[in-house]
Every structure is written in structure tokens, then in C-alpha cells.
Nanobody, 123 residues
């Protein structure tokens, strides 16, 4: 049974930082493109960042580029999202995602989702 377990969410002031972690089990982690999505209150789920299986190629949404960094440790089956210079508009539930179906990691291509972790950025 595949499980993706996010942690690290919480309340932070604008300009602060958080690091999210996603521990994966039940899958061959190194074969999967891993990513993060988020769903702000009252809005659709949106792509944030992804990292290829070998951990070199990354891609970010324009809204987080330069502030967020995705990384992975295939020895620990864990993917991370370092979030710096947080803004109130970053407030959302953040979801970990895994796929082998598409390098672009569209919503429809995600095979597995975590349950999400809430990030709240106060102004």
C-alpha cells in the first residue's frame, strides 16, 4: 500500500520560512517523479514544484520560483520543499504527489497523493 505522509506545515509570519517533508512508502521511490501541489482556501489545486527521479531536474510554478526549493533523498524515500520569503498568498494545504506517468506532472497524471499539510502565512 502506497503512502505519502507530509509534515512540516504550520503557522508562520510573512517573510518567514518552512520546510515541508514527504515520506513515501510502499513504492520504488527512485522511479517516481515527485512533486508538490497546493490548494488555497476556496481555490483549485495547483502545481507548485516537481523533481525528476534522479534529483537533478526541477521545475517550479512562476509564483514560487526563486523562493521555494524542491529536493529529494532517495536513500530516505523523502522529498522536501523548502519555502522561503513566504507570503500570505502562499497559504494553502500542500500536497505531496508521485507519478511515473508524466514528467510534466499534471494533475491528471498524478498516481498517488498525500493527505496534505496546512501552511498558513500571516501578514
Amino acid at each position: 500500500q502506497v503512502q505519502l505522509a507530509e509534515s512540516g506545515g504550520g503557522l508562520v509570519q510573512a517573510g518567514g520560512s518552512l520546510r515541508l517533508s514527504c515520506a513515501a512508502s510502499g513504492l520504488t521511490f527512485s522511479r517516481y517523479t515527485m512533486g508538490w501541489f497546493r490548494q488555497p482556501p476556496g481555490s483549485e489545486r495547483e502545481f507548485v514544484a516537481r523533481i525528476e527521479w534522479y534529483g537533478v531536474v526541477t521545475y517550479y510554478a512562476d509564483s514560487v520560483k526563486g523562493r521555494f526549493t524542491i529536493s529529494r533523498d532517495n536513500t530516505k524515500n523523502t522529498v522536501y520543499l523548502q519555502m522561503n520569503s513566504l507570503k500570505p498568498e502562499d497559504t494553502a494545504v500542500y500536497y505531496c504527489a508521485a507519478t511515473t506517468r508524466s514528467a510534466t506532472m499534471t494533475l491528471g497524471a498524478v498516481e498517488y497523493w498525500g493527505k496534505g499539510t496546512l501552511v498558513t502565512v500571516s501578514s
